[in-house]
Every structure is written in structure tokens, then in C-alpha cells.
């Protein structure tokens, strides 16, 4: 059961993270957008890493 939350508080803060800039791809600029769409992709990515290790 902790593995489960453990996993899901990254997951679901990254998916707010995506989400917002997602909503708001018109209003920033393309540089800012991939800039935040990546940060969010390493964070998954290193919360899922964490877990494994």
C-alpha cells in the first residue's frame, strides 16, 4: 500500500504540472512550454527510478 502512494503523489503532480501547461499553451511562449513539459518528464521519470531502486 505504500508503494501505491508513493507512486501516486508524483503522478498526480506531474500530471497537474502537464495539465496546466497543457490549458495554457496558447498564452506562453513554445520555449517556456517544452521547458515545463520537460521538467515534468524528468520528474516521472526520476520518481519512478527511485522506486525501483
Known sequence: MAL?????IPL???MLG???VFF???EM????Q???LG???SVMV???LSVLC
Open 4 to 8: 501505491i502512494i508513493a507512486l501516486l
Open 12 to 14: 498526480l503532480g506531474t
Open 18 to 20: 502537464a495539465a496546466f
Open 24 to 26: 495554457m499553451r496558447d
Open 29 to 32: 511562449s513554445p520555449r517556456l
Open 34 to 36: 517544452k521547458s515545463l
Open 39 to 41: 521538467f515534468a518528464y
Open 46 to 48: 526520476a520518481a519512478s
